[in-house]
T-cell receptor, first 111, second 118 residues
Framework: AQSVAQPEDQVNVAEGNPLTVKCTYSVSGNPYLFWYVQYPNRGLQFLLKYITGDNLVKGSYGFEAEFNKSQTSFHLKKPSALVSDSALYFCAVRDRYKLSFGAGTTVTVRA | GAVVSQHPSRVICKSGTSVKIECRSLDFQATTMFWYRQFPKKSLMLMATSNEGSKATYEQGVEKDKFLINHASLTLSTLTVTSAHPEDSSFYIC??????????????FGPGTRLTVT
């Protein structure tokens, strides 16, 4: 089965600093990878995806992710974090007809 | 585009009663919808996959007689929690995948429904 792992439960950064949320994957074949964000008591919002092509994927709200095949990673990045980026972030991988999600990383951006 | 709605957003029901949650794709057709359950600050647990016009596919350990899923049209799927118990209290989220593009694996999520069983 395809799976992703998010090694950090929590990431804390100061506003204006770079933000990185880590994700590693384990797949057979080509990975289809996704990042979603969830605000309190809300559903998930799609940020970006990697299917094929450029290793650097740009997404919504200034986020980007870098696909690294040799390290089997798909880390989410934002050059300058905002307080409003504080939320729960999920990495996901296509697993047959469905998505398999990581455990989630809570991001807190302090003013 | 790709907006998914859920109704209700919050519901409180008594033990032993049933409650229905609706999931609608507002601006696209969804041949496939998914139902998830999420515990506080935890990841999403896929409960079942709902295909329009056919029976839902339930994940292992999910009781199909307790969580009834109906996907009667290309824009509507419903989840009915039957004979609810306090342990069914949770945040239920649906998602939908566009029907016309078989390579569009991303799912679009509804805002979730908070169920509290007293």
């Amino acid at each position: 089965a395809q799976s992703v792992a998010q090694p950090e439960d929590q990431v804390n950064v100061a506003e204006g600093n770079p933000l990185t949320v880590k994700c590693t994957y384990s797949v057979s074949g080509n990975p289809y990878l996704f990042w979603y964000v969830q605000y309190p008591n809300r559903g998930l919002q799609f940020l970006l995806k990697y299917i094929t092509g450029d290793n650097l994927v740009k997404g919504s709200y200034g986020f980007e992710a870098e696909f690294n095949k040799s390290q089997t990673s798909f880390h989410l990045k934002k050059p300058s974090a905002l307080v409003s980026d504080s939320a729960l972030y999920f990495c996901a991988v296509r697993d047959r007809y469905k998505l398999s999600f990581g455990a989630g990383t809570t991001v807190t951006v302090r003013a | 585009g790709a907006v998914v709605s859920q109704h209700p957003s919050r519901v409180i029901c008594k033990s032993g009663t049933s409650v229905k949650i609706e999931c609608r794709s507002l601006d696209f057709q969804a041949t496939t919808m998914f139902w998830y359950r999420q515990f506080p600050k935890k990841s999403l647990m896929l409960m079942a996959t709902s295909n329009e016009g056919s029976k839902a596919t339930y994940e292992q350990g999910v009781e199909k007689d307790k969580f009834l899923i109906n996907h009667a049209s290309l824009t509507l799927s419903t989840l009915t929690v039957t004979s609810a118990h306090p342990e069914d209290s949770s945040f239920y989220i649906c998602s939908a995948r566009r029907g016309e593009d078989l390579t569009a694996y991303e799912q679009y999520f509804g805002p979730g429904t908070r169920l509290t069983v007293t």
